[in-house]
């Protein structure tokens, strides 16, 4: 066969068959974007187990050629399915929410310019002893921990913070969220880590902290009341002890893997 006889083979097969390639994208498009937002929560674990073992099952049942089982297995899927919608709703909720969001930056100048400002506002609560925890939002939505605080919808700035961090506060006891450049909400509930490996002089901010990350992509500043040391939370590990110019560095580096990951 030679190239001609080959390229018309090709073109035969593509208008043939095109609508099947775009569908295909199409869907394998729809799952990545839902499983790119997932990938780092507590949900996507449990339905990449059920999912293993859905086709362990499935593949026993051919190979054996056991007819019951594959009957239940066949007939239980659409059930299946609709359990798994109903256990996952916030999950998928947030997903659908989140479709059309923008990275947390969008352009290395913004990144710097919020890197500064959470730099300079965390030695600041740190030099006055000001207890705080505030979340960074990457790719996970973090709107269920929002609705449990109070609404902001503010530009992120250094006073403002203090102000909210500052004792005796209505909004000092919780979490910060902080979306793109803009506060999301503060006094916010987050999920305390259920680890028992911990250092027992970590409070329950740093608990928090952890216990977020671990659910979430998100990036969690953590500042002790007690020692004004700073800490940072990213899946479910903590790094400490910063200084302003090793905590800068840091910042960036995690926040760079941003815009480095594959494109939504």
């Known amino acids: 066969m030679n190239f001609s006889m080959a390229l018309g083979v090709v073109e035969n097969f593509l ?126 939505p973090l709107d269920s921990w929002a609705e449990s605080g109070v609404e902001l919808d503010c530009l992120l700035s250094v006073e403002l913070v203090v102000s909210i961090f500052f004792q005796r506060t209505p909004l000092h006891d919780g979490g910060l969220i902080l979306r793109q450049d803009r506060l999301l909400a503060g006094a916010c509930i987050f999920p305390v880590t259920e680890r028992t490996d911990l250092d027992r002089n970590l409070g329950l901010r740093h608990r928090a902290g952890l216990g977020l990350s671990e659910e979430t992509d998100a990036i969690v500043i953590v500042v002790s009341e007690e020692t004004g040391v700073i800490s940072l939370c990213r899946s479910g590990e903590i790094e400490r002890d910063f200084d302003p110019e090793s905590f800068r560095t840091r910042l960036k580096e995690l926040l760079a893997t941003v815009e480095n990951e594959d494109p939504a």
Not at 23 to 49: F, K, V
Not at 107 to 134: H, M, P
């Open 15 to 140: 208008s043939d068959h095109w609508r099947d390639a775009l569908e295909i994208s199409l869907i394998w498009l729809a799952l990545y974007q839902i499983w790119r937002r997932l990938r780092e929560t507590q949900g996507i674990r449990i339905l990449t187990g059920v999912a293993i073992g859905s086709v362990s099952f499935l593949l026993i049942s051919e190979l054996l050629h056991l007819p019951v089982l594959d009957w239940l297995l066949r007939n239980t899927a659409a059930l299946g399915l609709f359990t798994l919608v109903v256990i996952f709703q916030p999950e998928l909720r947030r997903v659908a929410a989140n479709l059309g969001k923008n990275r947390l930056f969008s352009s290395a100048q913004e990144n710097l310019e919020t890197v500064e400002l959470l730099s300079q506002l965390t030695f600041d609560l740190a030099n006055r002893q000001l207890g705080a925890l505030i979340a960074i939002e990457r790719d996970v």
